[in-house]
């Protein structure tokens, strides 16, 4: 069906150039148009009642990030950023569905604030939440972002980097903060944990909070997510640390099997 003519005031618009807004709108529009085949320029452009120039200014932007690929004598198709934010997506929201019911267990027998979480970039990305029974005011909220060296959840999320890795991130969250541990402290602690198989905020991100955490893994081993029991200092001597890290890391093994996570022999 082709598309009504444009108006006078629509062509003075566009000459204008469209806001921030009225681009994004108009790039996920374009998208929309591609999800079921291949289009060309021309096509595009007649169903979104662009001119073919604006049309191919917003298809160059999305092909430059990824959203788009484009096939000559074919025309437009998704690219594959779609399909990377789409398995991100899942991902996301399966560890979320899986880990619910074990969290839940978790907070329920520790009487602690539990989280889940996921890396998000170059911060610690909250997804679930279970309040604890104990009356203390944990600040954390789900869609938090946190930084990765000096939270429990963070720090299990990187057992796996390298220590260059490590390095780079700690000079970047915390370089120059009089409150941080010496990074050689810092960094025998982080070794330790990978031993362990979890981590500990130590008073590090909040004040009188300390919490236990322990890595997530999906089928092929790699860490996905983590989850953290936190309380205040007073609930969390180095012995009842100990002790909980059985637990975390029993949940966090639990929900990793059900990612389809086998646990090595001798690990």
């Keep these: 069906m082709p598309a009504p003519a444009k108006t006078a005031k629509a062509e003075s618009s566009e000459t204008k150039g469209p806001t921030g807004s009225q681009t994004l709108l108009r790039g996920l529009d374009l998208i929309d148009e591609v999800a079921d085949r291949p289009i060309a320029l021309a096509e595009l ?10 049309t191919h200014r917003l298809a160059s932007a999305l092909i430059d990030r990824r959203f788009l690929i484009f096939t000559p004598r074919q025309g437009y198709r998704l690219g594959p950023k779609l399909l990377e934010l789409g398995f991100l997506a899942q991902q996301q929201a399966d ?5 619910r019911d074990h969290i839940e267990a978790l907070a329920a027998a520790s009487e602690d604030t539990v989280h889940l979480g996921v890396r998000d970039g170059d911060k610690a990305l909250y997804l679930d939440k279970i309040p604890g ?6 600040s954390s909220r789900v869609g938090d972002r946190q930084p990765m060296t000096s939270t429990g959840l963070g ?5 796996d980097d390298d220590v260059r890795v490590w390095g780079q991130r700690f000079e970047e969250e915390r370089g120059g903060d009089p409150k941080a541990p010496d990074y050689a402290i810092w960094l025998e602690r982080m070794r330790g944990y990978v031993g362990l198989g979890c981590a500990y905020d130590l008073e590090e991100n909040e004040d009188q909070i300390r919490c236990v955490a322990a890595p997530i893994r999906d089928a092929s081993g790699r860490i996905v997510a983590a989850i953290s029991v936190s309380s205040a200092a007073q609930y969390m001597s180095d012995d009842r640390m100990t002790t909980l890290t059985g637990e975390v890391l029993a949940t966090a093994h639990a929900i990793s099997r059900d990612l389809g996570w086998r646990e090595k022999e001798g690990r």
Excluded: H, Y
């Design 133 to 138: 029974r104990r009356r203390v005011d944990i």
């Design 95 to 99: 560890v979320v569905q899986i880990g």
């Design 155 to 159: 720090k299990a999320l990187m057992l």
């Design 45 to 54: 452009a007649e169903r979104l009642g662009l001119t073919r120039s604006t």
